[in-house]
């Protein structure tokens, strides 16, 4: 009886031992192996994909590009038209099952992050990321196919209001835009792009900036936001404060550049216009001494002759074609003035007579490489 009780013991125990060989067994022919992936034959640019009324769609406003480029790869975010990078060096790719992983190594750090990737659809391009450490698997289509997960919008209307006047201040993160129709708006960008005919997009990083809904005023120093908002054009001397990027449609070089002058010629001035074309000194009024004849003589050593309008109006032809005209008998930069240097092609300088500082000199230097063959 006793032998009969221990033969069904060791039975038990036998059958349970082959349980857990099989268990055993089964568990580790279930286990993927992990294999070498190739990245060359891998898509090279990803765009995330987001939903819109449950559909998965390519958002313009926010959105990521993944790129792979040799051992880097490369995370590319946009946001409200800023942009920021994140690149890493790939340490290795392998793939378990159909998950690729791509291990990464952070420029500039020490640890390593990891890139899991599955496909949703590959005849479609249409594949998950996960990131390290993140537990939500994010959408991307393949760039080629980026197109097709766009959704219908009207486009952006380019403005038909030209910039006039265009302030940066980064102290303050400060960005303004004046248009020509009298309305200002701000910018969460640091820069706005403008075209070479001096137009922008008017998206959603631009918003009408007024006070007490009022639009901006142009005086001879300053402009003026509704009552108090007040953004000044020169310092104490009347050169342009650094902030202004644009004043009077033209872009500020320098910061001794005249910004008074009209770009439209009236039909009953044209006859009373005297045509600046060539490199000179200009002085403005007729008076005579040792300032004026020391100017003369200092500008005379550098190949530039002095003149004196023979008119109220002047114009300059500026190196696009365009022509300025501007009226000897209005202050330039807030104040009177009484001699201007011209480069052909470029805006005229306020120049002294009375002797220039080491700022000025300098300006002055600049000014008259820009042409690109050196000093006269």
Same mark, same amino acid.
């Given at each position: 009886m006793i032998n009969l009780q221990e033969d069904k013991l060791a039975m038990k125990k036998t059958i349970l031992i +082959?349980? *857990?060989?099989a268990l055993i067994a089964n568990s !580790?022919?279930?286990? #993927?192996?992990?294999?070498?992936?190739? *990245? =060359?034959?891998?898509?090279?640019?990803?765009?995330? +994909?987001? #939903?819109? @009324?449950?559909? +998965?769609?390519? !958002?313009?406003?926010?959105? &990521? /590009? *993944? #790129?792979i480029e040799g051992n880097k790869l490369i995370r590319i975010y946009y946001a409200r038209g800023e942009q920021s990078d994140f690149e890493s060096e790939i340490l290795a790719s392998y793939q378990i099952g159909?998950? /690729? =992983? /791509?291990?990464? #190594?952070?420029? @500039?750090? &020490?640890? =390593?992050? &990891?890139?899991?990737f599955l496909w949703l659809d590959k005849n479609k391009g249409l594949a998950e990321w996960i990131f390290n450490n993140e537990s939500n698997a994010e959408a991307f289509i393949v760039n080629e196919r980026v197109a097709e997960y766009q959704t219908e919008k009207v486009e952006k209307q380019q403005t038909k209001k030209k910039v006039k006047y265009y302030y940066i201040n980064n102290d303050h993160n400060e960005t303004v835009v004046f248009f020509d129709d009298g309305t200002a708006y701000q910018?969460? @960008?640091?820069? =706005?792009?403008i075209d070479a005919a001096g137009y922008v997009v008017l998206d959603e990083s631009l918003t009408e900036r007024t006070w007490e809904g009022a639009p901006y005023r142009v005086f001879p120093d300053a402009l003026i936001i509704g009552k108090i908002e007040r953004f000044e054009f020169f310092n104490e001397i009347g050169n342009i404060i650094p902030n202004w990027i644009i004043i009077n449609y033209h872009e500020v070089s320098l910061p001794m550049q005249i910004t008074n002058f009209e770009t439209k010629i009236k039909k009953n001035e044209k006859s009373d216009i005297q045509e600046i074309t060539e490199t000179c000194l200009i002085f403005i009024t007729p008076e005579t001494g040792y300032d004026k004849n020391n100017t003369a003589l200092f500008y005379e050593k550098m190949g530039i002759q002095a003149i004196e309008p023979q008119t109220q109006y002047l114009s300059f032809v500026l190196n696009s074609g365009e022509k300025i005209v501007i009226d000897i008998a209005k202050k330039q930069n807030g104040k009177t003035y009484k001699a201007l240097l011209y480069r052909?092609?470029? /805006?005229?300088?306020v120049v002294s007579i009375s002797g220039e500082s080491e700022e000025g000199i300098e300006i002055i230097e600049e000014y008259l490489r820009e042409s690109g063959d050196g000093m006269p």
């Open positions: +082959l349980s *857990l060989l !580790c022919g279930s286990k #993927k192996e992990k294999t070498p992936f190739d *990245l =060359v034959t891998f898509p090279s640019e990803w765009r995330s +994909l987001t #939903k819109e @009324n449950g559909k +998965l769609a390519a !958002c313009d406003s926010s959105f &990521e /590009i *993944l #790129k159909d998950t /690729i =992983v /791509i291990s990464t #190594k952070p420029t @500039n750090e &020490e640890f =390593v992050w &990891e890139y899991k910018s969460s @960008n640091r820069e =706005v792009k052909t092609g470029q /805006i005229p300088l």
